[in-house]
């Protein structure tokens, strides 16, 4: 069993920034990544990474986000620069496990004035 606990989510004014940080209980040895859900909206990935450090990301964050780990930390963090009304969301965390997937509890970040 693995835990995810994110951090890092919080009011923003538009263009600011944020970082997440999602921490897991043990050693992550697949792919991680962020989702995010608005309101009345379904749950997107926002971006993932590999365990060799290979990225993808949304089209609608590319260039504002940065997804990275540290695997020494089991640690996966979301950089996000320029902040757009649009990007509030309930963000998660996701790990894929070798029997099944983990989510953590989501971490709100909302943009707005």
């Known amino acids: 069993q693995v835990q995810l606990v994110e951090s890092g989510g919080g009011l923003v004014q538009p263009g600011g920034s944020l970082r997440l940080s999602c921490a897991a209980s043990?050693?992550?040895?697949?792919?991680m990544a962020w989702y995010r859900q608005a309101p009345g909206k379904q749950r997107e990935l926002v971006a993932a990474i590999g365990t060799g450090g290979s990225t993808n990301y949304a089209d609608s964050v590319k260039g504002r986000f940065t997804i990275s780990r540290d695997n020494t930390k089991n640690t996966v963090y979301l950089q996000m620069n320029s902040l757009k009304p649009e990007d509030t969301a309930v963000y998660y965390c996701?790990?894929?496990?070798?029997?099944?997937?983990?989510w953590g509890q989501g971490t709100q970040v909302t943009v707005s004035s």
């Open positions: 043990k050693s992550i040895i697949y792919g």
């Open positions: 996701y790990a894929q496990g070798t029997t099944r997937d983990y």
